[in-house]
Nanobody
Framework: QVQLVESGGGLVQAGGSLRLSCAVS????????MGWFRQSPGKERELIAC?????????YYADSAQGRFTISRDNAKNTVSLQMNGLKPEDTAVYYC??????????????????WGKGALVTVVS
């Protein structure tokens, strides 16, 4: 059974940085495309960034994350990270790590992800 555990959330002032990490328990991590979604109260879960299965693989960023967030993965450690810089109050949300065997699923919608973490709360105050 694949388990995803996020860490690194917290409270930060606007303009600050946070790094989220997701530890994945599976022997087939290198076969999984990974990504980060977020969800704010009253809003749908939205894709923030995703990366193909290879370490250093192709990445995608939502417009809201482009230039501020960086997704990376380490297949030797079964981890995926999201470095968030220049945080804004509108980045406040629960951030979820997600995994799928098919990278294209990230562009179909959150409903087709194979595995989810429980989420990490990020609160950005001005």
């Amino acid at each position: 059974q694949v388990q995803l555990v996020e860490s690194g959330g917290g409270l930060v002032q606007a303009g600050g940085s946070l790094r989220l990490s997701c530890a994945v328990s599976t022997r087939t991590f290198s076969q999984l495309a990974m990504g980060w979604f977020r969800q704010s109260p009253g809003k749908e879960r939205e894709l923030i960034a995703c990366i193909t299965s290879r370490t250093g693989g192709s990445q995608y960023y939502a417009d809201s994350a482009q230039g501020r967030f960086t997704i990376s993965r380490d297949n030797a450690k079964n981890t995926v990270s999201l470095q968030m810089n220049g945080l804004k109050p509108e980045d406040t949300a629960v951030y979820y790590c997600a995994a799928t065997r098919v990278y294209g699923n990230f562009f179909v919608g959150s409903g087709v992800m194979d595995h989810w973490g429980k989420g990490a709360l990020v609160t950005v105050v001005s």
